[in-house]
C-alpha cells in the first residue's frame, strides 16, 4: 500500500463529506502499517498498529470512513456491534467470533483472487463440459462379456465402425465448440449435474456462543458421507458458469488460499467494532446489561494482541487495526476500563452536520443521494432535474428536522427524499410528462407541512 495520507484523504472525500480530522488519523493509522512493513524483520513485530476510537453521533460518516478505507487498501474488514456480544458463562456470541470472521472474509477474498487467475484455464475446461453435454462421448460396450465377443467373431466390428465414424464425430465436436466459443448457443437449454448444496444445519445454532459447531459438524460430515447430485436444465450460459466456478475451485490450491487468508488477516486485517459506548458505564448497570464490563474484559485481550483458534489454524491478533466507534451520548470514554481505553491511543471526535454538508453530501460524493434517485427514475424514462434552491430546502429541512427530533445525521435525508418523491416514484410508470423539475416551491409543498407538525416530523422524517 504506498498511497500517502493526502492521497487516502482524496480518496475518502470522494465518498464522505466532512469529517477531516477522522480521514486525517485513519489515513496516518494506515501509511504507519506500511511504514512498518518496511522495518526490518526484528523490528516489525514490535511496531503495532494505533487503534482509533472513533467519538460522535450517528450518521455522521463513522462506519463509511472505515469501510471505505478497508476497500481502498483491499483489505480483509468485518463490522461487528459490541453489544451482539456477552460475557463468557452467558449466551451470546463470544468475543473471539469477530475474528474468526475477519478469517473468513480473508478467505474469500483470497480465493476470489486465485480463482481469478486461473479464470482462463476454467473457461476452457466449462467448454469442454459442455461440449460432453451437447455431443457425448461414445460409450464402450462394457455390458457384453469380452469372451463371448471374441468366440463370436465379433470382436472387431465395433472397432472398425469406430474407425470409420471417428473423424466425422470429431468434426462435429469442432464445429460445436467454434459455435459455443462464438456464443452462438448460449441461449440453448442442456442438462447438467450439478452437486446438491443442502445444509440443513446452517441455522441450527444461530445466536449462539457456540456459532461453529454447525460448520465444524457439516465439514465431518461432509468428508464421510458422499455428495448429493441432481440434475438440472440450464441454459449453455448459465451452465458455463456453473462450470467455471467448479473448475476454478479445482484448479486452485485450498490450503495455499488458507495460509495466505490468514497471513492477510493478521497483517492486514481491519476490525470495526460499533456501538462501544453501550457496553461502557462501569459500575452503572444491573439486570440484563450486568456483563457490560464483562465484554470489555473479553474484548481487552483481542485488541492487546492474542491467538485466536480458528478452524483454519490459530490467527494472532498483534497486528489487526481495531477502529471502535460510538456516538457516547450517555457515557463517555472514560467510563470504559482503563485498559481498554489505553488500547485505543488515537481518539477523534466527529462533528455534527452543518447545511452545507448535507448540500455537499446530496450533490458532490461519487454515489450522491440525488445522483442514484435520478438513476433510478431515468429507468421508466423520466428526467428528473433539481434546482440549486430546492437543494438548499432540502439541506434547510434536514438541519431543522435533525435539531426538532433526533440527530441522525445524513440518515435524514434518505427519509426526507423518500418522501419527497414517493408520489413521482409510484405514478413514474404512467406518466406522460417525461421531464420533471423540482425546485423550491416542489419541496415546500410536498415537506413543509410534515416539517411545521412535530408530531408528523416524529412518525415520518
Known sequence: MELTPKQIVNELNKYIVGQYQAKKSVAVALRNRWRSKQLPA?????????????????????????????KLVNAPFVKVEATKFTEIGYVGRDVESMVRDLVETAIRMVKSEKMQEVNDKAYELANERILDCLKPLPKR??????????????????????????????????????QLQNGDLDNDLIEIIVDDNVQPMAGMFAGSGVEEI???IQDMLGNLLPKKQKKRKVTVANGRKIFIQEEAQKLIDMDEVITAAIKQAENYGIIFLDEIDKIAGRGKSSGPDVSREGVQRDILPIVEGSTVVTKYGPVKTDHVLFIAAGAFHISKPSDLIPELQGRFPIRVELTNLSKEDFRQILTEPANALIKQYVSLLETESIKISFTDDAIDELAEIACKVNAQTENIGARRLHTILEKLLEDLAFDAPDLEQKSIVINRDYVKTKLDHIVVNLDLSHYIL
Do not use: H, Y
Not at 482509533?52 to 450518521?59: F, N, Q, R, V, Y
Not at 457384453?144 to 470429431?170: C, H, I, V, Y
Open 42 to 70: 526484528e523490528l516489525q513485530d514490535e511496531v503495532i498498529p494505533k487503534n482509533i476510537l472513533m467519538i460522535g453521533p450517528t450518521g455522521v460518516g463513522k462506519t463509511e470512513i472505515a469501510r471505505r478505507l478497508a
Open 141 to 178: 460396450d462394457s455390458a457384453r462379456n469380452p469372451f463371448e465377443l471374441l468366440f463370436s467373431g465379433t470382436m472387431s466390428a465395433p472397432k472398425e465402425e469406430q474407425t470409420e465414424s471417428q473423424p466425422l464425430f470429431d468434426d462435429e465436436r469442432q464445429e460445436l465448440m467454434k
Open 214 to 216: 454447525g460448520a465444524n
